[in-house]
């Protein structure tokens, strides 16, 4: 399995950026997707997931609102649109591929990319 996340960059607070993670294979159809972050000195934290069909979402309570997740199963493809940045959106951001549920716990992916980075300047 593997999965490539791109998009990252540099925006100033209030912009916007969408990030992509191409997965390979079947292994895509049937599982939940997640994005998670980490900042510097921080631990990884779930950002937003969802399940194997777009039907039903998740959000970390400091996205929500600004961030949406979704996925092109014929494409097998998971987005993470990012709306009104702010500085501490600033970090490493990584998708995860799962299994049925959607779970916000890390110990619930077993799959990672290799992260692509998001920093928001102030």
């Known amino acids: 399995v593997q999965l490539q996340a791109s998009g990252g960059g540099l925006v100033q607070a209030g912009g916007s950026l969408r990030l992509s993670c191409a997965a390979s294979g079947r292994t895509f159809i049937g599982a939940s997707m997640a994005w998670f972050r980490q900042a510097p000195g921080k631990e990884r934290e779930f950002v937003a997931a969802?399940?194997?069909?777009?039907?039903?979402?998740e959000f970390a309570d400091s996205v929500k609102g600004r961030f949406t997740i979704s996925r092109d199963n014929a494409k097998n493809t998971v987005y993470l649109q990012m709306n009104s940045l702010k500085p501490e959106d600033t970090a490493v951001y990584y998708c995860?591929?799962?299994?049925?549920?959607?779970?916000?716990?890390?110990?619930?992916?077993?799959?990672w990319g290799q992260g692509t980075l998001v920093t928001v300047s102030s």
């Open positions: 969802v399940n194997y069909n777009g039907g039903s979402t």
């Open positions: 995860a591929r799962g299994g049925l549920a959607v779970v916000r716990a890390a110990d619930g992916y077993r799959y």
